[in-house]
């Protein structure tokens, strides 16, 4: 959304105009979240009307209440990333978001009057502490933007025309934060002839941001709102970035690695699994072909295609395909299965809700892991030979039971993978595939395993892969 006023400049060097450039850059984007099969309700660029109109007339209203008056700035500013910034901002003299050149600058321009409002914000900070996540991001704010004293923010430029401009003052464009950031509120219709879905849907409870616009969002948002007399989102949760082991991705480095390329060729579920499992919510996560193409052997294939596929065949050989009914406790560790099962799915639940979903993930592949392990001490081969057959059937049972659990937790990040389980499984009725229904053992009436499993995940030779990955790189 804010990529609309960001990049004009950019637009320029590939001798588009600005709007041609963004169109472009939304197409992009668009077709990323297809191709990541990213399903979402409506997609507002701030270049459309409904959007323009509507922060015109917010920025009026902070000029009628007095929080935006006339000024004059000289600064430091960046102008592809439309930022001023003070000497001691830059690092090496440089931007310190994109490490590029900055122009000393002076116009004529808008304020907004932050400093009103800091000692509001902070108290804000204090009294909800689900307000930001993860909390870390809070005293960085608090720190490093501020204590030092929160500088009342220049609103407008006047050194291009391209943007929103100023209704009574139209050689004033609106300064890309100011009016992007509002883009939250009129995507629902706020102060237009319907706002029906801002009445429903305000405020949000939660707005996802990259950690390089938290300050924008951690700051000036709130700020703006609170001028508005509005409620503020009930989180705002801050992610990090995708980093190689040499830093940030860069073409001059030669190290950008594409997400369709991998989804390509591993498909979008083990791609998706990387990425999150990867990326902790509290630090950077790190992508390297040698670490995907591990997690793709061990967690996928190892870990999680082959207990499926060993659980199929054995209902196969010892059921004749069918799943046998609920037997609670005939082996010693049943109930020690269903205990830590239980467990770790509330441990989930909890880490799920708190948006900690690299740790969440990995409470699933702990059940995995146990659910494993739960094979080699209960050895149903033994039982079968040794005609147990009640201590053989429960542990059956128990396995189809957990893989359908499994099946369930991974949906929200791996919907293919977990559809084909229950469908391996023969699990139709839609009253085993609700989250409700993982709280307990359910009896699985008439389940029928497919008569030859197929390997969700097969095994990758990893040398080979790890080299087809890096000659696809900055391709
Ligand atoms: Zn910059």
Redesign the pocket.
């Known amino acids: 959304m804010n990529m609309d006023k960001k990049y004009g400049n950019i637009a320029e060097k590939e001798g588009l105009t600005p709007q041609e450039y963004v169109d472009k850059m939304a197409i992009q984007a668009k077709k990323l979240w297809s191709y990541m099969d990213i399903k979402y309700d409506d997609f507002i660029r701030t270049t459309e009307d409904r959007h323009t109109r509507i922060a015109q007339k917010i920025f009026d209203i902070f000029l009628e209440k007095g929080d935006i008056y006339k000024g004059e700035y000289e600064g430091l500013y960046?102008i592809?990333?439309e930022?001023f910034f003070t000497q001691t901002q830059l690092i090496n003299g440089k931007?310190p978001?994109?490490?590029?050149d900055v122009v000393k600058m002076k116009e004529e321009a808008y304020f907004f009057n932050m400093k009103k409002y800091a000692d509001r914000l902070i108290e804000y900070y204090d009294k909800h502490p689900d307000f930001i996540k993860p909390d870390y991001r809070k005293n960085e704010m608090i720190n490093n933007f501020i204590k030092p004293g929160l500088e009342d923010l220049c609103v407008t430029r006047t050194s291009f025309d391209w943007g929103i401009k100023v209704t009574k003052d139209p050689k004033h464009v609106i300064y890309v934060w100011l009016d992007a950031l509002t883009n939250y509120l009129t995507a629902l219709g706020y102060l237009s002839e319907d706002d029906s879905l801002f009445k429903k849907y305000w405020p949000a409870d939660l707005q996802i941001v990259g950690k390089d616009i938290a300050r924008f969002h951690l700051i000036y948002w709130p700020i703006f709102l609170m001028a508005l007399d509005l409620p503020l989102p009930k989180t705002i949760l801050v992610h990090n970035w995708i980093m190689m082991k040499d830093g940030k991705m860069s073409k001059s480095k030669g190290n950008v690695i594409y997400p369709e390329m991998l989804i390509e060729k591993y498909g979008l579920d083990a791609t998706k699994y990387f990425l999150l499992r990867e990326m902790p919510v509290s630090q950077d996560g790190v992508f390297t072909p040698e670490a995907f193409i591990q997690r793709y052997n061990y967690d996928l294939c190892n870990d999680l295609s082959n207990l499926l596929n060993r659980t199929v065949s054995m209902v196969n050989k010892y059921f004749g395909g069918s799943v046998p009914s609920k037997i609670i406790n005939a082996n010693e560790v049943d109930e020690e299965l269903e205990k830590y099962t239980s467990e770790k799915i509330q441990k989930f639940e909890e880490l799920w809700n708190s948006y900690e979903i690299a740790n969440a993930i990995q409470e699933i592949w702990n059940i995995i892991a146990r659910t494993n392990k739960y094979i080699d001490e209960t050895m149903p081969w033994e039982l079968s030979k040794n005609q147990e057959n009640q201590k053989l059937e429960s542990c059956i049972y128990h396995l189809v039971e957990n893989i359908r659990k499994i099946a369930i937790l991974i949906k929200p990040f791996m919907e293919n993978t977990s559809n084909e389980i229950l469908r391996q499984l023969g699990i139709n009725d839609e009253k085993y595939k609700t989250w409700q229904s993982i709280m307990n053992l359910q009896e699985l009436k008439d389940c029928k395993v497919i008569e030859k499993g197929e390997p969700i995940f097969m095994r990758l030779k990893e040398n080979e892969e790890v080299e087809y990955i890096k000659s696809k790189m900055n391709v």
Do not use: A, K, L, N
Not at 97 to 100: A, I
């Open positions: 960046c592809p990333c930022t931007c978001d994109c490490g590029r």
